[in-house]
């Protein structure tokens, strides 16, 4: 019931922001005095409507998406009636008509930013610096996960730690107060700047107790943490035997680096531009390695293994949304209609029609034509001709269509799964 209940949710939050990117489509419109007719969510069949001035507004029953009707978006639009002539959209300068055209995926980006910056400080970004080498770890800001317990001589095989069984004993860290995601800054009298620094400063220091500065929610704090003498594998080679070194019990090995942080209401506004930045430089990578990810997504229909990280359509981000929902995740659910966000966004303003910007670039290539011409004492050669564009927009539409529909159907098929249903 959880599950079905999220992902019935995740796709509301989904029709919801489309319908708000439509909306900043109408409101720019109206605000700098173009002509808009029809603001509508859904598709299909009309369930209800009304009228507000000159605007027509309802709900129909194919509830994918939205759309509104500004007059006269391009000079060949035959539907606009004489009267409205001057209010039509391409008569606009190009600065109006690039906002209205950008104001639906701007509306995506602040959606975005709003749900980071309150994930942000009640349940914790993901750690965008989380490290997957040595290399990596070695650069990582110290905040740390800590644990009740630490082994110490680590079990040959992995394990539940649990104080008094297997050479588990309670965990000096978290007994001294301190918790997941402090940033430490400063172990004894060595200052702390990386997770490397933290690691060699702990190994560093004889056992006893040692005092530790970190920062909590903006605020510096200090705890006296009792250290013990555990064994562990020397930092330089993870093959060597091995060696008695001392440690702090960051984590069930001592390699606590967090995979979530969580941030003051201050603190969150810089992580949530940081986070939105990782998440904009992972989305032009993943556009970038579409190509390469047709033939698994196809393969994946036939019977092979669905690869994780082959790209998934609304249908598989409503059941992700589902499955973090079902297992008690939010900000899983929410980390996802972030990047979703983030994701339809910048789609949006690809150069290409029927695009949002594909409009953009044609009046701007306009403008940039008009000022060359007039330097070159040529007459202006006027406006694009968007009837000659038509067989690259129907290209557009032709693949778009049939990769929407390629992952609409694996999404439904073999869909990606993060946990074990």
Known sequence: MLYWLGVAGFALTILISVSLHEAGHMITAKRFGMKVTRYFVGFGPTIFSFRRGETE????????????????????????????QPRAMWRFPVWKRTIVMSAGSITHF??????????????GLPNTHYP??????AKQKPYVTVSDCTWVSIPATAQTCTVGQDGGVAGPAYAAGIRNGDLITKVGTTPIATYGDLTNAI???????VTFEYVRDGVTKTAEVDLITADRKPLTDDSAPVAKVSVAALGWD??????TIKYNVGSAVPATFGYGWFIVENTFKSLGRIPEKVPALWHSL??????????????????????????????????????LNVFIGIFNLLPLLP????????????????????????????????????????????????????????????????FNR
């Open 132 to 137: 997957t080498t040595n290399a990596d770890e």
């Open 254 to 259: 001592d390699v606590g680096v967090p995979t």
């Open 203 to 209: 190994r560093a220091t004889p056992p006893g107790k």
């Open 355 to 418: 695009l949002d910007g594909g409009h953009i670039a044609i009046a701007w290539f306009e403008r940039v034509r008009s000022w060359l011409y007039a330097r070159l004492r040529r007459p202006d050669p006027g406006r694009v001709d968007y009837y000659k564009l038509m067989p690259i927009t129907y290209a557009v539409i032709l693949i778009g269509g049939a990769f929407t529909l390629l992952t609409v159907t694996a999404d439904i098929v073999n869909p990606i799964q993060i």
């Open 302 to 339: 036939t019977g092979s293994e669905r690869d994780p990280d082959t790209p998934i359509s609304v249908v598989g981000a409503s059941r992700l949304g589902g499955e973090a929902i079902e297992h008690g995740v939010p900000e899983l659910f929410l980390n996802i209609f972030i990047t």
């Open 57 to 84: 507004y309802g709900l129909k029953a194919i509830p994918l998406g939205g759309f509104c009707k500004i007059v006269g978006m391009t000079p060949q639009d035959d539907d606009v009636e004489p009267a409205d």
């Open 110 to 123: 602040l959606l975005a930013l709003a749900a980071a910056w309150v994930v942000a400080f009640t349940l």
